[in-house]
């Protein structure tokens, strides 16, 4: 048996070889092509070509996960002025934990919808409960530590040894242990939830849209390269996917395989519009900024219109929104404010306050 497995090792070509017989695709590769060249037909056909895009981007860029934990539990849980804080513990024989937070609104209709985001950060919970929201945060980087240049490997990883999931997708887990604890919370209503986060952040959180279906609406923010950008045509000055998995940069946010895409981006068989397809018919709306050019504005637009037929397609063709604003990296109250538009609009059946008409390339 081990002698099999050992053969079958030797006997693959090494991935330089494999990628290089990858076919070139010069434009936003077709999200309907499966890979043995049948196309989508009807949208009967959707859920299988679906499952193909998911294993293709786990398979080269984020890694595979493990599935759900099914025991995750909050302890130590402190009710503070505005918030409780509390520990949710996971995994395998509950061997990890993440410091969590929760704001709930201060109006009488619970359960209320909820905007869950990476990182331990009150400063955003006010302008979210005043709109009627919960607000719920948590510390991503107790599953797997943020390292560039080197790579720790986190209590998550360390848990689950068969699984070779980068940082991104740790963090993107541990999004949806966060709602599973949520769903046991009376005063929140997981089916109006919302997955938000920042730069890297932004990246992890469309990831856990595109991987738990249960997140209603997917705002990555600032995101950029390995994001909502798309990496083909990238220009001068941005960040590249050459760039990123650089092995003294971010190289273990992501799958190891991704680096060897670094000169021959085209035989990548997918673009990062294929995030946004595998949200669709879902929500997703992009927030970013003019100014931002590390994180490649252009691109953002660009994987922005490359999935606009998948959800023209499922028939939810206003699903698929892209914002940019003015200034630079960061996701300020107008972000914000943005996302909470879209989330009154999709779960209050309110008119789209925001506007939408600002784009880096001229249509
Ligand atoms: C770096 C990195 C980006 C990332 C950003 C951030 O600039 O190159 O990919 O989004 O850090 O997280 O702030």
Wanted: glycine share 8%; net charge negative; hydrophobic share 40%.
């Amino acid at each position: 048996m081990l002698m099999t497995a050992l053969l079958l090792i030797a006997a693959q070509p090494p991935l330089s070889d494999r990628i290089a017989s990858l076919p070139v695709i010069e434009e936003m590769p077709n999200p309907f092509l499966f890979q043995d060249g049948r196309t989508v037909n009807d949208s009967a056909d959707w859920p299988e070509r679906r499952t193909e895009i998911l294993d293709l981007v786990l398979r080269y860029e984020y890694g595979k996960l493990p599935p759900a934990p099914g025991n995750v539990r909050a302890e130590d849980i402190v009710e503070n002025d505005d918030h409780i804080a509390l520990r949710l513990r996971m995994g395998p024989g509950n061997g990890f934990a993440v410091r969590t937070r929760v704001y709930l609104p201060e109006t009488d209709d619970a359960p209320h919808p909820v905007v869950v985001r990476f990182g331990l950060d009150g400063n955003r919970a006010k302008q979210i409960t005043d709109r009627g929201y919960a607000y719920v945060c948590f510390e991503h980087r107790e599953l797997d530590p943020d390292t560039q240049g080197y790579d720790v490997p986190g209590p998550a990883q360390a848990a689950y040894p068969d699984y070779d999931w980068g940082a991104l997708a740790v963090w993107a887990w541990g999004a949806s242990c966060v709602l599973d604890y949520l769903e046991t919370v009376p005063e929140i209503d997981i089916a109006r939830s919302v997955i938000t986060g920042h730069s890297r952040t932004g990246k992890a959180a469309l990831l856990a849209g595109a991987l738990d279906e249960r997140f209603a609406i997917v705002v990555p923010n600032g995101s950029g390269c390995g994001g909502a950008a798309a990496f083909r045509g990238a220009e001068d000055g941005v960040e590249t996917l050459k760039l990123i998995t650089m092995e003294a940069r971010f190289k273990s946010w992501l799958h190891a395989d991704l680096a060897a895409f670094a000169n021959d981006v085209q035989r990548l068989p997918f673009d990062q519009h294929f995030m946004r397809a595998l949200i669709a018919p879902r929500v997703v709306l992009n927030t970013d900024a003019l100014g931002d050019t590390w994180a490649n504005p252009p691109g953002t637009q660009k994987a922005w219109l490359a999935a606009q037929p998948v959800f023209d397609f499922l028939d939810v063709g206003d699903r698929n929104l892209c914002h940019f604003r003015e200034g630079g990296h960061d996701q300020l109250p107008e972000d914000m404010d943005v996302l909470l538009d879209v989330a009154d609009w999709h779960f209050r059946d309110q008119p789209l306050m925001s506007k939408f008409s600002t784009v880096p390339v001229p249509i």
